[in-house]
Structure formats: structure tokens, C-alpha cells
Antibody, heavy 122, light 108 residues
Framework: EVQLLESGGNLVQPGGSLRLSCAAS????????MSWVRQAPGKGLDWVST????????YYADSVKGRFTVSRDNSKNTVYLQMNSLRVEDTAVFYC???????????????WGQGTLVAVSS | SYVLTLPPSVSVAPGKTASITCGGD??????VHWYQQKPGQAPVLVIF???DRPSGIPERFSGSNSGNTATLTISRVEAGDEADYYC???????????FGGGTKLTVL
């Protein structure tokens, strides 16, 4: 059974940093690109970042480029999202999602975690 | 950037058919994926590559895509179908994944 478990969400002040983790199980981890998708309170889904299965390629939404860094440790079946210079508008539930292929491009997200809440406030 | 447009809300009576449209410039040339999200839950994939259903998704869910509009159709709507629905595509010009703003389906 595919499982994705996010952790690391917390309350942080504007300008602060946070690292999210997503532990995966139940599938061959490096055969799938992994993505982060966020959802602000009462709002829709917002793609944040994707990393290919081999970690050779990373992609970012314009709103987070230069502030967020996605990485993965295939030996630990875990994907990370390092978030720096956090802003109030980054407040959201962050979901980890699996893409169908190792490349991820043109793909859909076939499995999702339950999400972790990041709140940015002073 | 590529924009996907959905109606904010759609209402349908139980047993009837609901159609949720997703508009985008020449979206027919892209692959469209649909997700269902119920309150407090993670999204669930209901249609991929325009028309395919994942295992476990009822046949009542179907999709189409042509021209500037993709459509998610839910036949014989049930109370349990009440949820937010999102369409998603990959924007090849920017290597970005794009979601539409979402449609709230209300079962009357």
C-alpha cells in the first residue's frame, strides 16, 4: 500500500525557515517524481515544486523560486522541502504527492499525503 | 502562464448528471487530470489523461477534452459526490504543473 506521511509543519514568524519532510512507503521510491502542492485556508490547490526520481531535475513555482528548495534522499525514501524567507502568504497545508513516472512531466499525481500545516504569522 | 478556468460552483439534484468544465487556451492539445477533494481530506485522482479512471473510481465519473474546454461528467450523482473538483495540466512552455481554481459541487 502506497503511503505518504508529511511532517515538519509549524507556526513560524515571517522571514523564518522551516523544513518539511515526506516519508514514502509501499512503492519503488526512485521510480517516481515527487511534488509538493499547497492549499491556503479556504483556497484551491497550488503546485509548489517537483523533483525527479533521480533528483537530477527540480522545478519550482514562480512564487517560491529562490526561497524554497526541494530535495530527496532515495536511501531513506524521503522528500524534503526547505522553506526560507517565509511570508504570511505561504500559510497553507502542504501536501506531498507522487507523480506517475520518474520524470514527472506531463504527469498526474496519483497518491497524496494527508498534509502538514505551515502557519506564518508574527 | 497557463490559466485554467472553472466555475466556482455547480449544483445538481441527486440522480442527475453534473458537468464541470475546465477552460484553457487549446486545452484539447494537453492532457487533463481531475481531482476530487472532500472537506478536511487530501485530493483524490478521479480522471487522468482526459478520460481514464483510476481503479476504484466509479464508472459514473467520465471525462472529455476538446478545443478550449475539458469536462468532468458525473452521472447519477450521489450525496457522497459533494466535494471540490480541480482540473490540472502540465504547462510544457514553463515546466510547471497548473491547477484550476476549483469547483464546489453541491448536491441539492
Amino acid at each position: 500500500e502506497v503511503q505518504l506521511l508529511e511532517s515538519g509543519g509549524n507556526l513560524v514568524q515571517p522571514g523564518g525557515s522551516l523544513r518539511l519532510s515526506c516519508a514514502a512507503s509501499g512503492f519503488t521510491f526512485d521510480s517516481h517524481a515527487m511534488s509538493w502542492v499547497r492549499q491556503a485556508p479556504g483556497k484551491g490547490l497550488d503546485w509548489v515544486s517537483t523533483i525527479s526520481g533521480s533528483a537530477s531535475y527540480t522545478y519550482y513555482a514562480d512564487s517560491v523560486k529562490g526561497r524554497f528548495t526541494v530535495s530527496r534522499d532515495n536511501s531513506k525514501n524521503t522528500v524534503y522541502l526547505q522553506m526560507n524567507s517565509l511570508r504570511v502568504e505561504d500559510t497553507a497545508v502542504f501536501y506531498c504527492a507522487r507523480a506517475r513516472t520518474a520524470d514527472g512531466r506531463r504527469d498526474y499525481f496519483d497518491y497524496w499525503g494527508q498534509g502538514t500545516l505551515v502557519a506564518v504569522s508574527s | 502562464s497557463y490559466v485554467l478556468t472553472l466555475p466556482p460552483s455547480v449544483s445538481v439534484a441527486p440522480g442527475k448528471t453534473a458537468s464541470i468544465t475546465c477552460g484553457g487556451d487549446n486545452i484539447g492539445g494537453k492532457s487533463v487530470h481531475w481531482y476530487q477533494q472532500k472537506p478536511g481530506q487530501a485530493p483524490v485522482l478521479v480522471i487522468f489523461y482526459d478520460t481514464d479512471r483510476p481503479s476504484g473510481i466509479p464508472e459514473r465519473f467520465s471525462g472529455s477534452n476538446s478545443g478550449n474546454t475539458a469536462t468532468l461528467t458525473i452521472s447519477r450523482v450521489e450525496a457522497g459526490d459533494e466535494a471540490d473538483y480541480y482540473c490540472q495540466v502540465w504547462d510544457s512552455s514553463r515546466d510547471h504543473w497548473v491547477f484550476g481554481g476549483g469547483t464546489k459541487l453541491t448536491v441539492l
